[in-house]
């Protein structure tokens, strides 16, 4: 322990040392120097050291089996990733007043956040045009797939990840039905979730772009 830490010492010594630039005046003789009557053209930057990066750096450990399912929950438009479990609007309205109304309304609409419930006149999608159009589950949403990832993600923000299974499916039954996207009696699980039609579902297409170019003089990994 001892030598490693004075091998330590030793190498931040060398840094330093390695560091100090050989044409260093003292700060005295610093000051004596007055300035050069014309600006000297600007010197080419100074190559950056090229010290070698160690193979490994000994920090980290492998995440075990159960902290990377803890992490993987993400549910896809298809559904797949939807956990087993099921719930109806009538589960979730008590959930939703106790545990969200207070930020997004009453009935979804009212807010101080964001505009969960309300479709537009013959689902128009003005949303281009118009930034202040609402944007809302129903109004915007192309999945409804991703109403159960982002509230089991994410809400409520001050406890996210705090929601059961069947909660979520509640909850995501509950804002459906305040979207007019399903009935009142529906009930919501893993196969019947992908299911549900949404208005904005044909209103995105996929990106064919292709991969981003890398910028001019980028430099590659
Ligand atoms: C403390 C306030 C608060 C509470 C409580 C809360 N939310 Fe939210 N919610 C927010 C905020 C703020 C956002 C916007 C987050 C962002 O844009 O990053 C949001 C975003 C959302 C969105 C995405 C809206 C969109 O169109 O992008 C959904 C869905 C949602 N919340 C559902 C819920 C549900 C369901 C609950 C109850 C379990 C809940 N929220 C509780 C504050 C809250």
Redesign the pocket.
Known sequence: MKSALRLVAIGVLGLICAGGDRNAVPLAAQARTTAPAKAQPAKAPAKAPSAKEPARFGIGRPATPAEITAWDIDVGPDGVGLPPGRGTPADGAP??AS??A???GKTGKEGP????AGRLPGDAFPFARDPRAP???GS??PYATT?FD??RR?????APGS?KDNEVYG?VAY?LFLNELIPADASIDATSLPKVKMPAHDRFVPDTRGAPKPAPGAKSR
């Open positions: 959930i939703y545990r969200c207070g930020c997004h956040n964001d505009v969960l944007k809302t589950i915007y949403w109403a982002y509230i994410a809400m409520p923000p001050d929601l909850l804002l």
